[in-house]
């Protein structure tokens, strides 16, 4: 504790103020005083009195103040947006994942998933299914174990009620969940990974994700499948994704022959671009764990870093002590003053 100072209860306007009005009573009742001394009971004792009054007044009235250094601490963590397509074209089987091995890209997808969650072990997660719409499925969470979960649940919507594949589907609910954890965790970094083919079927025009920017520190989109492709199993509501259902394929109307769905990087790239982000393509070599983002997330991990702060402590006990003696002692004096004029 250091530093005396001067911070006014009602401000730095009306403190000052109220506190120049007071002495302005003190002192010209000084002057009334010494004009009027010999018509008045009043003694130098008193008018002393009196002004030490106003002028502890005037001092309470300017909050006498102590200048106090204070340690907190700050927990900065990680919060980590995963948004997934389940569109009916992320169960083509043409993916591969740091094997050989061909897999549907939804399958493809999951493995994504799992190594983000090692790749962040003490951030929050929250999980976000696009399609026809956009599902925040996982809030918020620092269990990472439920974004696992999430992913070996996840399967590709039904073909049945497809209306065409949208890159821009997810966008709202990012935008509400980001913004909700950015009110309640602002010091906390924001990492978004969007995990999709590509493919944009519908008629509309794609929204931009630059809208994300502001919540966004870091943002990588990750593709899935490949550029020669595959066709598209036609999925009923309990069909599991990524295998070719009993239906056979999805027709493409235009030609009547089985619809071939292809990894789009141009608009994967594009989305990444509106995020100020990274491309990655994962195949037989590449994966997320061996990738850009797998570096990146070394930046990005549970930090508690110490703040010293200075704030202001009022010290008025001493002054409210004074004003108690003086204010005792002209009690006293009226009561000897009153006995002796009766």
Known sequence: MNGLTFSPALGWIAGPIAAVAVLALGVAYAVWFARHRDGTDATAADCVRRVLIAVTLATLTMTPSTTVATTSRAVNATDVFVAVDVTGSMAVRDAAYGSPETISRLDAARRVIRDIVRMYPDASFAGVSFGVGGSLDVPLTPDGAALGNWADTLTTESTSVSTGSSLDAPIDRLLLA???????????????????????????????????????????????????????????????????????????????????????????????????????????????????????????????????????????????AVLLALLTWEAASWIVTSRRLL
């Open 178 to 320: 980001m913004k909700a954890a950015a009110e309640r965790h602002p010091d906390d970094a924001v990492i978004l990974y969007v995990i999709s083919d590509g493919e944009q079927t519908s008629q509309g025009t794609r929204r931009t994700y630059s809208s994300l920017r502001a919540y966004v520190d870091d943002a990588f989109v990750v593709g899935v499948g490949s550029a020669q492709g595959g066709m598209i199993p036609r999925t009923a509501d309990s069909a599991a994704s990524g295998a070719n259902a009993d239906d056979g394929w999805v027709i493409d109307p235009s030609t009547g022959q089985p619809g071939v769905s292809k990894l789009d990087e141009a608009a994967l790239t594009a989305v990444a671009d509106e995020l100020s982000g990274t491309y990655e393509h994962v195949d037989d070599t590449h994966t997320v764990a061996s990738g850009a983002s797998s570096k990146a997330s070394g930046k990005y991990r549970l930090t508690v870093s110490d703040k010293e702060r200075t704030r202001t402590a009022p010290v008025v006990w001493p002054c409210y």
